[in-house]
């Protein structure tokens, strides 16, 4: 059996209206004044007016920092340590979708640690412990609530840094479907794409084990039975319910096998043409499992086997290609690109991405070995 360390540090609080709780939860947490974390789009939406009057019912002072942007950056983090370091919180919230919630942990790293966003690169290099968090996704794509790391870009190189330790794992995340129902319907494409993404590779990593599976299969089902009903009718909260519950267990899977050559693939994608994350992903992910179907079609198989109750799956027989073929189906229906040339990459630059995706620390989970040929023929493929 392949050894894991599986020490859940996140409680989760599913259910419609379950926002109206925050107060209640942050007062459990002895918390007397909170730092609320978001963006301007989920603060126009009036979800943060939601959470800040549920904190203040509880007694509890609270400030806001609504400047968190797409792909964090360092700048992200500093801005939103200014409020802190004057305010002193003794709670985080991070409220939005992924950027909010890892604009929120980039901050209480510095806020906690000291230094600078760059001196957490890394895992496990937090030396003090650090302010208690709560996560609400208000998205169905990062997972990030269930997650000890935060994806801050240098503004000047656009590298994302992975900034991972145990002590940044959310106490506490609040899943509530129905502050999803007012995402665009290109966010709902976009993150959804992630989120079956992360179930995909989760299941197949070299870090892949007894536990990561548990969550890389639930999550998978949740996901892939639902995604096509959330595009349709976009007002079905039990779908809605359902990928952000499916969302979330791919981030448990993240946390306990990693990801692979698809992230690695589509880092550089956003860094260079400023493509969108999950329609980088989505590009790259059919003949990422291509690629690795010709050693591991069987766990493939397996994957299609727990939809094949779903209209329009492959047979689980056709494997990787069949199993590539439905992702494909499915980035079409969300309205996304299926090709690189389609968004806009020069065919000229793929060399150079394949350098830099060769360096991206994600695609060393990937079940088969990856150089810089194998990545440039995965571009070539998907131009």
Same mark, same amino acid.
């Given at each position: 059996?392949?050894?894991?360390?599986?020490?859940?540090?996140?409680?989760?609080?599913?259910?419609?209206?379950?926002?109206?709780?925050?107060?209640?939860?942050?007062?459990?947490?002895?918390?007397?004044?909170?730092?609320?974390?978001?963006?301007?789009?989920?603060?126009?939406?009036?979800?943060?007016?939601?959470?800040?009057?549920?904190?203040?019912?509880?007694?509890?002072?609270?400030?806001?920092?609504?400047?968190?942007?797409?792909?964090?950056?360092?700048?992200?983090?500093?801005?939103?340590?200014?409020?802190?370091?004057?305010?002193?919180?003794?709670?985080?919230?991070?409220?939005?979708?992924?950027?909010?919630?890892?604009?929120?942990?980039?901050?209480?790293?510095?806020?906690?640690?000291?230094?600078?966003?760059?001196?957490?690169?890394?895992?496990?290099?937090?030396?003090?412990?650090?302010?208690?968090?709560?996560?609400?996704?208000?998205?169905?794509?990062?997972?990030?609530?269930?997650?000890?790391?935060?994806?801050?870009?240098?503004?000047?190189?656009?590298?994302?840094?992975?900034?991972?330790?145990?002590?940044?794992?959310?106490?506490?995340?609040?899943?509530?479907?129905?502050?999803?129902?007012?995402?665009?319907?290109?966010?709902?494409?976009?993150?959804?794409?992630?989120?079956?993404?992360?179930?995909?590779?989760?299941?197949?990593?070299?870090?892949?084990?007894?536990?990561?599976?548990?969550?890389?299969?639930?999550?998978?089902?949740?996901?892939?039975?639902?995604?096509?009903?959330?595009?349709?009718?976009?007002?079905?909260?039990?779908?809605?319910?359902?990928?952000?519950?499916?969302?979330?267990?791919?981030?448990?899977?993240?946390?306990?096998?990693?990801?692979?050559?698809?992230?690695?693939?589509?880092?550089?994608?956003?860094?260079?043409?400023?493509?969108?994350?999950?329609?980088?992903?989505?590009?790259?992910?059919?003949?990422?499992?291509?690629?690795?179907?010709?050693?591991?079609?069987?766990?493939?198989?397996?994957?299609?086997?727990?939809?094949?109750?779903?209209?329009?799956?492959?047979?689980?027989?056709?494997?990787?290609?069949?199993?590539?073929?439905?992702?494909? $189906? /499915?980035?079409? =229906? +969300?309205?996304? %690109?299926?090709?690189?040339?389609?968004?806009?990459? &020069?065919? *000229?630059?793929?060399? $150079? /991405?394949?350098? =830099? +995706?060769?360096? %991206?620390?994600?695609?060393?989970?990937?079940?088969? &070995?990856? *150089?810089?040929?194998?990545? /440039?023929?995965?571009?070539?493929?998907?131009?």
């Amino acid at each position: 059996m392949t050894p894991f360390d599986f020490h859940p540090r996140t409680r989760m609080v599913c259910g419609p209206d379950s926002i109206d709780r925050l107060g209640e939860l942050a007062g459990e947490l002895g918390t007397r004044r909170a730092l609320v974390v978001s963006d301007p789009g989920i603060v126009a939406a009036g979800h943060v007016d939601h959470g800040l009057q549920s904190l203040r019912d509880a007694n509890i002072d609270v400030e806001l920092f609504g400047g968190a942007h797409e792909n964090p950056t360092t700048a992200d983090v500093d801005a939103g340590l200014v409020l802190a370091r004057r305010y002193e919180p003794e709670l985080l919230v991070g409220l939005g979708g992924g950027s909010s919630m890892d604009c929120a942990k980039g901050i209480n790293f510095v806020y906690s640690n000291g230094g600078e966003m760059k001196d957490y690169w890394g895992v496990g290099k937090a030396m003090r412990e650090m302010l208690p968090m709560i996560a609400i996704p208000t998205t169905a794509g990062t997972g990030s609530e269930m997650q000890s790391f935060a994806l801050i870009s240098d503004p000047n190189t656009h590298v994302k840094m992975a900034c991972g330790d145990s002590k940044a794992s959310c106490r506490i995340a609040i899943l509530d479907p129905k502050i999803t129902l007012t995402q665009p319907s290109a966010v709902t494409a976009l993150s959804g794409v992630d989120a079956l993404s992360h179930a995909l590779e989760t299941y197949v990593t070299k870090k892949r084990n007894p536990v990561s599976l548990i969550f890389s299969r639930e999550a998978w089902r949740l996901l892939a039975s639902n995604f096509k009903t959330v595009i349709q009718e976009p007002d079905n909260l039990e779908a809605r319910a359902a990928m952000q519950l499916g969302a979330a267990y791919a981030g448990l899977a993240i946390e306990n096998s990693m990801l692979g050559a698809s992230h690695a693939l589509a880092n550089p994608l956003t860094s260079t043409y400023d493509t969108a994350h999950g329609q980088a992903v989505g590009m790259m992910l059919p003949h990422v499992i291509r690629f690795n179907g010709l050693q591991h079609d069987c766990w493939y198989r397996e994957l299609l086997e727990i939809i094949s109750h779903c209209p329009g799956v492959p047979d689980p027989t056709t494997g990787s290609e069949g199993l590539a073929e439905f992702v494909t $189906e /499915l980035v079409n =229906a +969300a309205g996304l %690109q299926t090709k690189l040339a389609e968004c806009g990459v &020069d065919r *000229d630059k793929l060399p $150079e /991405l394949a350098s =830099a +995706a060769a360096t %991206q620390w994600t695609g060393t989970f990937n079940p088969r &070995d990856l *150089d810089n040929d194998s990545l /440039l023929e995965l571009y070539q493929n998907a131009f």
